[in-house]
């Protein structure tokens, strides 16, 4: 019973445009989502994230939208750059949980 | 400051043989939680730790799996008779804060344990 679901294992975009990573949850009562990314041999690394009293949150070239009623989030980055390329894991808990639930991952290319 | 380390990196085991991960928190990191990565797959949870109490070990997936967080700061994740579906990537995170909420993970490089 996945409950995020990444459905695009991969994406590739050329320099410069907007990549787009969407995530789709089952669990209603997840509260908060993360977006992390993963170079080969390292840990996840902490992006950006939202609350689920916001649809939208900004921080530089990323943006995370939440839509509630449709149980979606995306993360788009532009400009997008090489160093962009990484895998790109959408995560959620509950307000009252701490484990994260973790999607498959979408890995993302981005061309110079 | 440092981050969140993990030792060793690397580990190959024989199939039966038992191993020992080590997880050294952000310092001050009231919170420590293992997850297991399989290839292609992302992070799911095993345990939680708040402070030296582990409160969470629903995603044990055996009782081979065992950690322990005796003074609230490193930890060890240990796995008995390893088995060839124990091959993964074993990723350590801590959060600042006790309580559940909107708080961040922090989390390692792993371990990456090949049993053989």
């Known amino acids: 019973d996945q409950q995020v679901k990444q459905n695009s294992p991969s994406l590739s975009v050329q320099e410069g445009r907007i990549s787009i990573l969407n995530c789709d949850y089952t669990?209603?009562?997840?509260?908060?989502f993360l977006w992390y990314k993963k170079y080969p041999a390292e840990g996840p690394t902490f992006l950006i994230s939202?609350?689920?009293?916001?649809d939208k949150n900004e921080d530089g070239r990323f943006t995370v939208f939440l839509n509630k009623s449709a149980k979606h989030l995306s993360l788009h980055i532009v400009p997008s750059q090489p160093g962009d390329s990484a895998v790109y894991f959408c995560?959620?808990?509950?307000?009252?949980?701490?484990?994260?639930?973790f999607g498959a991952g979408t890995i993302l290319r981005v061309k110079s | 400051g440092a981050g969140v380390s993990q030792s060793p990196r690397y580990k190959v085991a024989k199939r039966g043989q038992d191993v020992a991960l080590r997880c050294d928190p952000i310092?001050?990191?009231?919170?420590l939680f293992w997850y297991q990565q399989a290839l292609g797959q992302g992070p799911e949870f095993l345990t939680y730790?708040?402070?030296?109490?582990?409160?969470?070990k629903s995603g044990l997936p055996s009782d081979r799996f065992f950690a322990e967080r005796p003074e609230g700061s490193v930890s060890t994740l240990k796995i008995q008779r390893t088995q060839q579906e124990d091959s993964a990537v074993y990723l350590c995170?801590?959060?600042?804060?006790?309580?559940?909420?909107?708080?961040?993970?922090?989390f390692g490089p792993g371990t990456r344990l090949l049993v053989l």
């Open positions: 995560a959620s808990h509950t307000e009252y949980g701490n484990k994260l639930v």
């Open positions: 939202i609350s689920s009293i916001k």
């Open positions: 669990n209603s009562m997840f509260d908060y």
């Open positions: 310092s001050g990191h009231v919170s």
């Open positions: 730790f708040q402070n030296e109490a582990q409160l969470d």
């Open positions: 995170a801590s959060r600042q804060i006790g309580a559940s909420g909107r708080e961040t993970q922090y």
